[in-house]
């Protein structure tokens, strides 16, 4: 929502080298233990006078600074340096904010680089306690929940889907789960109680493997589709016989972040319609595409009612939060009855989200402090990816791949070496990422490579990992 | 907890005769309309002068009224009228704090004496908030939950276990849930994935239906086993081939409200030892144990390692909150392989509780609120159980039964009217209960009859829905 303002706002900040020169004069200093954690900043006036350049400079250069998580601005309050990878741990007193839990108390703890971590600790303390705060001052009442979740959040979501996904569902379609996963084992749950057998799922290869996961413990068979540039491949999932419902990420596919161009969508639910197959569109991390032109949701083409569309919170605001929601097809398509049979399984597990959770998220949402969250962290998480996108660029033989959109990279190589043996090189050097191979439901379908989480990493400790993942990488065998 | 104080509390009540009286007469003023919501009584040192008695006689008056929901008691402060079920709607400002919603708002609202729902409304709002409040409070992470749940609910679950359940389990044993139609729902599919086949679970016939509609849809198959006046007969259940696993109320039987006695306790977990049958003690309401000797859980008795022991906050705090808990069996007994498969399972499904919501859970147990909360809803339970005795004794050819403890009582009648004819009369007439036959598994199994639920009802309501349903037992048909 706020893209276009961030850009214009990146846009300048590169048009001026005296504001480039601020930031790495700044970024020195915290690199070389000269700043640390804590210190104040001169005012921008006292700065810009000191260095000979316009406040206006140094206020750019503040900004930028400050989304690369350098440092901390305020209205009317003087910076202060948010942390430093150069700290010592007998220099630390308490984690500054944007560091992730234990990263500065414990230089011991490994940085978790590991894919699925937004930025968490961005979300101003003063929104998400005001959120609860509201929650817990709704009368409290002598009445049972309803499992498909309170009306209040229902709209919000239905709001909000029709604002930015393209598609305006009925308040009365949508179902709330205790997140994603807990959705994906409802449906699985849903169909196996319809169809009165197991129900035969196809699903991206490589793909989501905590998803995989929940859709076979909760009975379903699965069938893997190789996914290639343009995400899972509707002719090869044609191929497989008797497939009830499909699982996709059009979006960003999942792990290796290609974008399913339209064409390919509109075939997709052709597909889906003629051969009776349920279309689940994991929507996860769609509020962070970075390039290219915006691809309307699977749920916004579908004119015959084969897609349940599932998105959440877990990547906006808190994967704690556990809170999610399906988007049924409606009543009268070609899914109607297995949309049906979505909310008998959701009312047969009972309600799953507390009503706090539900009026705290809903409270977010309606009061912009979402948006206004989202806004923000678009802005850091450009920076990261324009600073891994670099720094691959120049490291030979190494790509740095899905960065139009998403919190991950996945990087892969040339050389030799496999992901899992790279893997277990940065995890010894203290750096935790992901082998690409993980995600493979057919062993040796993916490139040799590596994903790597960048939502909740400073730019700072984005470079301690690249740093550990590239020495990794041309590491000799 | 507080047990023997209330029947202290309720013995000096009934000793006195003046105090008696000054309760009857300020309940009198409120059927009648004279006194009404809202309405500031006199001081206890001003009406004992008025009427002539101790003022001590006043204050415990004002006790008993207060533990029946006609006045609201705070100490320094005027007693005021709670609620009225004889006021007028145009009356009405505001709902009361012990009114549940919409009651006193609408009157044309019917009454919910359908069984499930706790005095919600008697926590403090002060000790409500506060909790949410440190819930909010702490630091935003950039961390994903564990499923298992959070180390400090699960460390206040196992210390409230070893104080009022006789046994103590390791916090590592045990997994929090969202709710228990979701435990028993997670159980299914751990079992089902455990064994490769749909489980074959025993359930108590009358019983839960919630909980049978959780197991059915999560891929089990049921079989019912009838319960007499001691609970599930191990007896019935050996007869039964092939079973897995068997859900028990043995603290009191849902609905018949029996107490499975030591004896048949132990005959129950000899056979599910022998026979390799995973026991799900469903031990919901233990709290609210009102007549009868203490019964070790089975959970305590249990030497073989064959129970799983599933607990919650549905009825000592508020159903709306999703939070319940599961208590493996130990790993190196006879289900040892089913507890690790419950673990796997709530992997795969993924955390479904909130930390904020566990956090707030926690801390109202650490903090002693859930307790003085407990203390301060007994009694009033107490004395709603009392009334319905009362009552039930003055009406010819009714019964009202599982009275020993929980929230809701079983009335049977001797006339030929089905329990569906008075549930539906009670209903044109304004009063929600449940048709005692909807919790049969095997059609007929009991006798007519209704169960109607107390814990969200005040002691003028409990009267106007126990006349509503005396009047649809003797209507002619």
Chains 1, 2 share one sequence.
């Not at 889907?161 to 994906?184: H, N």
């Amino acid at each position: 929502m706020d893209q276009r303002g961030d850009q214009i706002g990146a846009v300048r900040v590169d048009q001026s080298g005296r504001t480039a020169a601020v930031v790495a004069r700044v970024r020195r200093l915290v690199h070389d233990g000269t700043l640390r954690e804590g210190d104040r900043l001169p005012s921008t006036r006292a700065l810009a006078a000191e260095l000979g350049v316009a406040r206006g400079t140094v206020v750019a250069a503040f900004e930028q600074l400050d989304g690369e998580g350098y440092i901390r601005t305020r209205q009317g309050a003087v910076a202060v340096v948010a942390a430093s990878v150069t700290v010592r741990a007998d220099d630390v007193v308490r984690p500054a904010h944007r560091v992730p839990d234990g990263a500065a108390a414990d230089r011991a703890a490994p940085l978790d680089a590991r894919p699925g971590l937004p930025a968490v600790t961005a979300i101003p303390e003063r929104d998400w306690r005001g959120a609860w705060r509201r929650a817990a001052d709704e009368p409290l009442r002598n009445t049972l929940s309803d499992p498909l979740g309170t009306p209040v959040l229902r709209e919000q979501v239905a709001a909000s889907l029709s604002l930015s996904r393209g598609f305006a569902p009925d308040p009365s379609r949508i179902v709330v789960a205790a997140g994603t996963s807990e959705a994906l084992s409802l449906v699985a749950e849903a169909l196996r109680a319809h169809l009165g057998r197991a129900p035969r799922i196809a699903v991206e290869d490589p793909g989501y493997r905590t998803g995989r996961r929940a859709l076979t413990s909760a009975g379903a068979d699965l069938s893997p589709v190789a996914v290639d540039d343009d995400g899972l491949d509707p002719d090869a999932l044609a191929t497989l016989e008797r497939i009830d419902a499909v699982v996709v990420t059009p979006t960003h596919q999942y792990p290796l972040g290609s974008v399913m161009p339209v064409a390919r969508r509109r075939r997709l639910l052709d597909h889906a319609a003629r051969a009776g197959v349920l279309v689940v569109e994991d929507d996860y991390d769609s509020e962070f595409r970075h390039r290219g032109a915006p691809v309307p949701a699977l749920a916004a083409l579908d004119t015959a009612g084969s897609v349940l569309h599932l998105g959440g919170f877990s990547k906006t605001l808190d994967p704690r939060l556990r809170c999610a929601y399906v988007v049924l097809p409606r009543p009268d398509g070609t899914q109607g009855a297995a949309a049906e049979a979505v909310v008998t399984a959701r009312r047969a597990r009972g309600p799953v989200v507390a009503e706090p959770v539900q009026a705290a998220v809903a409270h977010l949402v309606r009061s912009g402090a979402l948006r206004r969250h989202l806004g923000r962290v678009r802005r850091d998480y450009t920076h990261r990816r324009e600073r891994i996108a670099a720094r691959a660029a120049a490291e030979h033989g190494l790509e740095a791949r899905a960065l139009n959109g998403g919190l991950h990279t996945v990087v892969t190589w040339s050389g030799p070496a496999t992901g899992r043996a790279v893997a277990a090189r940065t995890a010894a050097a203290g750096v935790l990422v992901t082998a690409l191979d993980e995600y493979d439901v057919t062993p040796g379908r993916s490139p040799a490579g590596v994903v790597l989480g960048y939502g909740a990493l400073t730019l700072p400790e984005l470079d301690r990992a690249l740093d550990t993942l590239f020495a990794a990488v041309h590491a000799p065998d």
